[in-house]
């Protein structure tokens, strides 16, 4: 088994000062340990730094990977706010046309490609997947409690999740070094051969008592004037600092120990190295609870629930058997079919009949099928029922996306998080969040 350490930082404070020098002497500590993090950074942050005419800190961060945080992080709204009424194209295009400007400056003031992406705060959206797919971010890397799968990292949206993993800890927030290596030591092992240790931070904590936007964004609302937050002293930002530099060379000791970043994190998945055969998909098909769209192994490797669907349908077509991922429909709305569904008919309109997000492929609400309207998770199930039991016409199968039971529906954000307005519920979020299962799978390292 190896031990990889995915360390991590939000560069984001843009009011408070004292916090360049913070990321200044963190910085310090990185290089001469020998680690490179990942920092995910906020593009009014980068600007203010090179603004000031700190070039002792923008040349220390050419040594790491860069990371989008948003352009402006805890201006309300936030992404969890502005999308939580749109739908799932809508929403995709309003992030796009609102951050992409700021993904853009900060990659030509970092010098580099923005490799991954992390929201501001707990502002989990759904919509922002296909465009960081577009912008040709891979890894999401991030802290939330919304959907995940077992605490292993998964693929969700067309992105490697590295978020809600079973090892994740926080300098500030777990206390000492002392508490770090004891969650290090005795961390979850479960894994194929490669196990992930997260630990993130925020370098205005090793400055400031308070967090910077907690003084400032508080309840929903945007400040007349901004505050900076209320700091600590030098001695206790530089012990901070040190117990990192202390858990660093303690875990570097150890000889299955790498440190990687969000990037090269990609590299230990395992990946299928077979080609999918019909008599793989039969059997994986067959192995499915009747009626629900899930994601499944086939040869080594998983497919999402909208892949499986259009495996099938190319199966029942006479196709290769390529998986090819879909985003999940707009809605969920019932079927409305009279008579038998011909198998033939119902996997042509499968592979023929698609809508679009940023351009990429979607799940319609229905395929037209004759006379018929059969939303995606019927058509999964009467599909995969034709295919086990060999059958070309049958009754509608009724089905279920029992992927999205990964989603915990019973989050709300509202008194969950100091920005949040407290009768912000979200519902919205979590409703696309479910549809978005159709895109959920594990990720085999």
Same mark, same amino acid.
């Given at each position: ?66 990371? #989008?945080?948003?352009? *402006? @992080? ?5 992404? !969890?706010?502005?999308? $939580?009424?749109?739908? &799932? =194209?809508? +929403? ?104 992930? #240790?997260?630990?993130? *931070? @925020? ?5 400031? !008592?308070?967090?910077? $936007?907690?003084?400032? &964004? =508080?309840? +929903? ?116 079919? !009279?008579?038998?569904? $011909? ?103």
């Amino acid at each position: 088994m190896q031990k990889k350490i995915l360390l991590w930082f939000d560069v984001e404070d843009y009011l408070t000062v004292e916090s360049d020098d913070a990321l200044l002497e963190l910085l310090k500590m990185l290089e001469e340990s020998g680690v490179r993090a990942t920092l995910k950074f906020c593009t009014r942050k980068m600007e203010l730094l090179h603004r000031r005419g700190r070039m002792d800190i923008i040349e220390k961060l050419a040594n790491h990977e860069f990371s #989008f945080h948003t352009t *402006d @992080h805890s201006i309300h709204p936030l992404p !969890s706010e502005y999308l $939580d009424q749109m739908g &799932f =194209q809508a +929403g995709a295009r309003a992030f796009h046309d609102r951050e992409n400007p700021g993904f853009q400056r900060l990659s030509d003031l970092c010098g580099q490609n923005l490799t991954s992406y992390g929201q501001p705060g707990y502002a989990w959206a759904p919509q922002v997947f296909p465009a960081l797919r577009k912008w040709g971010v891979q890894p999401y890397l991030d802290a939330h409690d919304i959907v995940g799968i077992d605490g292993q990292p998964f693929w969700y949206g067309g992105v490697l999740c590295l978020s809600k993993l079973n090892n994740l800890s926080h300098l500030v927030k777990d206390g000492s070094t002392g508490a770090m290596i004891r969650a290090f030591d005795g961390m979850n092992t479960a894994c194929e051969d490669t196990v992930f #240790f997260s630990i993130y *931070d @925020h370098p205005t904590e090793f400055s400031s !008592s308070v967090f910077w $936007d907690e003084v400032n &964004f =508080q309840y +929903g609302r945007n400040p007349f004037t901004y505050q900076p937050a209320p700091l600590r002293t030098v001695e206790e930002r530089d012990g901070l600092i040190d117990q990192y530099r202390q858990f660093i060379a303690h875990t570097r000791a150890q000889p299955d120990v790498e440190y990687v970043t969000a990037l090269e994190s990609m590299r230990y998945e395992h990946q299928r190295t077979l080609p999918i055969t019909g008599e793989m998909l039969d059997g994986a098909v067959k192995s499915l609870s009747g009626g629900e769209a899930n994601y499944c192994q086939i040869g080594g490797a998983y497919v999402c629930a909208s892949e499986l669907l259009g495996l099938m349908a190319r199966r029942l077509t006479g196709r290769m058997l390529t998986p090819e991922l879909l985003y999940g429909p707009e809605e969920e709305t019932p079927s409305h079919v !009279s008579g038998q569904v $011909d198998a033939a008919e119902l996997a042509q309109a499968v592979f023929a009949q698609a809508d679009r997000v940023l351009g990429f492929k979607q799940l319609p609400v229905y395929y037209r099928v004759g006379g018929n309207l059969i939303n995606p998770a019927d058509a999964f199930a009467t599909l995969a029922a034709a295919i086990a039991q060999g059958r070309s016409t049958l009754d509608l199968v009724p089905g279920r996306l029992a992927a999205a039971d990964h989603v915990d529906r019973s989050y709300r954000f509202g008194g969950a998080w100091i920005l949040w307005a407290d009768d912000f519920k979200g519902e919205g979020i979590i409703k696309q969040t479910a549809l978005q299962a159709w895109t959920l799978k594990p990720a085999v390292f």
